[in-house]
């Protein structure tokens, strides 16, 4: 049975209608958000930065980052849109991960 690892809130700031979680590693990042944005894509995976698009331009939005140590049990409720995706991080400086590597993410909003 899967068991979480941790769980971590931010507020994050949405700009161009969307923001990022990006490796820091600027080896791994070959286009910096908002380049490339993908819109109506939820998530967007690109080199080294998964993107999430908003409706709202401008904003603050929270945000919950969940890590398990294996595939979570579904959560219960139902959400207007869930997704998958995954993104390869060389450093440890993104919200998510605890060491370097390739990390699959499930996403609902």
Same mark, same amino acid.
């Not at 398990?68 to 207007?80: C, F, K, L, M, Y």
């Given at each position: 049975m899967a068991e979480l690892i941790s769980r971590h809130e931010y507020d994050v700031d949405v700009d161009f209608g969307g923001f990022a979680l990006q490796d820091a590693g600027d080896r791994q990042v070959p286009a910096r958000f908002p380049e490339g944005i993908q819109r109506g894509t939820f998530p967007a995976a690109h080199p080294g930065r998964l993107d999430f698009t908003s409706?709202?331009?401008?904003?603050?939005?929270? #945000? /919950?980052?969940?890590?398990?140590?294996?595939? %979570?049990?579904? +959560?219960?409720?139902?959400?207007?849109?869930?997704?998958?995706?995954?993104? #390869? /991080?060389?450093?440890?400086?993104?919200?998510? %991960?605890?060491? +370097?590597?390739?990390w699959s993410v499930r996403a609902r909003g």
């Open positions: 409706a709202g331009h401008t904003h603050t939005e929270a #945000f /919950t980052v969940e890590v398990w140590d294996a595939e %979570p049990p579904v +959560p219960p409720r139902t959400w207007e849109a869930t997704a998958t995706a995954g993104v #390869f /991080t060389s450093s440890e400086r993104i919200p998510f %991960p605890a060491h +370097p590597g390739n």
